[in-house]
């Protein structure tokens, strides 16, 4: 029997064709060791093509991440025409190997002109699901996610539908993203007052940046036994320290209404007055921003896999050396003492 609030066992584990060990870790309450960093695939046919894509799934994979997070709505920033285009690359990728990996997937966002291609509906699920597990090129999936919460859908229709791919062997494990934290909490009550499978995962926005689920959602989720797999730990990459806050916009904060997102999110002079502090205890610290940005996400203990991301290969290497870093305990104080605002709610533009 799972104990509420015991922390996850983690073990390290290379699996065969991989070139370094990584630390894998529970995904919540759940069985299922995952690796201790995801890699994330939205700009996989957009701002990656397909060989550029290919070459940063072999870099993940030889630095022993095994745990691959995509959606049909990806890739990010593209048109309608474009969305799924991701999970066709990952699933070519995927042959032969499919075993070796866990892969995640979600719906929600539009993926067609109809108002029913959208949605947490049972109709837009059940034809979502089968539409990425084409795309994928397997036969089931083993994290499926909500991509957003559905205020039009009744979520035990939600729920419902969710439960019965389970017990059909399309899905084994269910988890949500951009969920809000009393959402998330009606949502796994539901599931235990109907008996339906559980939600064991959650996908938030997190970094040093954006504290804001330390208030509620992390708390909850670790007393509960809830996997958290973070999104955006290098915020876009504004954690990267290469942005001028005197230039144009680049890279990650272009991509089209996506990087419109990324630029309300992120660019701001207080983001970048508090990015050349964090800079500067790097330095002291002898280590890249990067590598700092997410040990400081793995330090919580709430954390399962933050989800990391690249445009090309080279740019894995400072994630992939977070994995193992040890964060000193006085440094992890001034990275929080630095960006305490940022727990608090964005400050009023």
Same mark, same amino acid.
């Given at each position: 029997?799972?104990?509420?609030?015991?922390?996850?066992?983690?073990?390290?584990?290379?699996?065969?064709?991989?070139?370094?060990?990584?630390?894998?870790?529970?995904?919540?309450?759940?069985?299922?060791?995952?690796?201790?960093?995801?890699?994330?695939?939205?700009?996989?046919?957009?701002?990656?093509?397909?060989?550029?894509?290919?070459?940063?799934?072999?870099?993940?994979?030889?630095?022993?991440?095994?745990?691959?997070?995509?959606?049909?709505?990806?890739?990010?920033?593209?048109?309608?025409?474009?969305?799924?285009?991701?999970?066709?690359?990952?699933?070519?990728?995927?042959?032969?190997?499919?075993?070796?990996?866990?892969?995640?997937?979600?719906?929600?966002?539009?993926?067609?002109?109809?108002?029913?291609?959208?949605?947490?509906?049972?109709?837009?699920?059940?034809?979502? &699901? +089968? @539409?990425?597990? $084409?795309?994928? !090129?397997?036969?089931?999936?083993? /994290?499926?996610? #909500?991509?957003?919460?559905?205020?039009?859908?009744?979520?035990?229709?939600?729920?419902?539908?969710?439960?019965?791919?389970?017990?059909?062997?399309?899905?084994?494990?269910?988890?949500?993203?951009?969920?809000?934290?009393?959402?998330?909490?009606?949502?796994?009550?539901?599931?235990?007052?109907?008996?339906?499978?559980?939600?064991?995962?959650?996908?938030?926005?997190?970094?040093?940046?954006?504290?804001?689920?330390?208030?509620?959602?992390?708390?909850?989720?670790?007393?509960?036994?809830?996997?958290?797999?973070?999104?955006?730990?290098?915020?876009?990459?504004?954690?990267?320290?290469?942005?001028?806050?005197?230039?144009?916009?680049?890279?990650?904060?272009?991509?089209?209404?996506?990087?419109?997102?990324?630029?309300?999110?992120?660019?701001?002079?207080?983001?970048?007055?508090? &990015? +050349? @502090?964090?800079? $500067?205890?790097? !330095?002291?610290?002898?280590?890249? /921003?990067?590598? #700092?940005?997410?040990?400081?996400?793995?330090?919580?203990?709430?954390?399962?896999?933050?989800?990391?991301?690249?445009?090309?290969?080279?740019?894995?290497?400072?994630?992939?050396?977070?994995?193992?870093?040890?964060?000193?305990?006085?440094?992890?104080?001034?990275?929080?003492?630095?960006?305490?605002?940022?727990?608090?709610?964005?400050?009023?533009?």
């Amino acid at each position: 029997m799972a104990v509420r609030g015991a922390t996850p066992r983690s073990v390290r584990r290379t699996w065969p064709g991989s070139v370094l060990a990584m630390e894998h870790r529970r995904l919540g309450r759940t069985g299922l060791q995952v690796s201790r960093l995801c890699l994330g695939t939205m700009t996989f046919g957009l701002q990656c093509d397909e060989p550029a894509s290919v070459a940063i799934l072999n870099k993940a994979a030889d630095g022993g991440i095994d745990f691959i997070d995509t959606s049909d709505a990806y890739p990010l920033g593209g048109e309608l025409s474009t969305r799924g285009v991701t999970e066709e690359i990952l699933g070519r990728w995927l042959r032969g190997r499919r075993d070796r990996f866990i892969v995640a997937t979600k719906c929600f966002v539009p993926t067609g002109p109809a108002p029913f291609d959208a949605g947490n509906s049972r109709k837009h699920i059940l034809s979502a &699901v +089968e @539409a990425s597990l $084409r795309r994928l !090129q397997t036969d089931y999936i083993d /994290l499926y996610q #909500l991509h957003g919460y559905d205020r039009n859908t009744p979520i035990d229709e939600t729920l419902g539908a969710l439960d019965d791919l389970v017990h059909q062997g399309k899905v084994r494990y269910l988890g949500c993203s951009n969920f809000l934290t009393y959402q998330l909490v009606r949502a796994v009550g539901r599931t235990e007052t109907l008996r339906l499978a559980r939600l064991d995962c959650v996908q938030p926005r997190y970094n040093l940046l954006f504290r804001q689920i330390e208030r509620e959602m992390l708390p909850y989720c670790a007393e509960d036994g809830i996997g958290v797999i973070p999104y955006n730990p290098i915020a876009g990459g504004l954690l990267s320290g290469q942005h001028s806050r005197a230039s144009a916009p680049t890279g990650r904060f272009t991509l089209g209404n996506a990087g419109a997102m990324y630029q309300d999110r992120y660019w701001h002079d207080r983001e970048f007055d508090t &990015v +050349e @502090a964090l800079s $500067r205890l790097a !330095q002291q610290a002898e280590v890249s /921003l990067v590598t #700092l940005a997410v040990a400081w996400v793995l330090a919580n203990q709430a954390i399962t896999a933050p989800i990391i991301g690249a445009s090309r290969p080279g740019q894995l290497d400072d994630s992939l050396a977070a994995a193992e870093y040890q964060l000193d305990g006085d440094l992890k104080r001034q990275l929080d003492d630095l960006t305490h605002e940022y727990r608090m709610g964005d400050a009023p533009r």
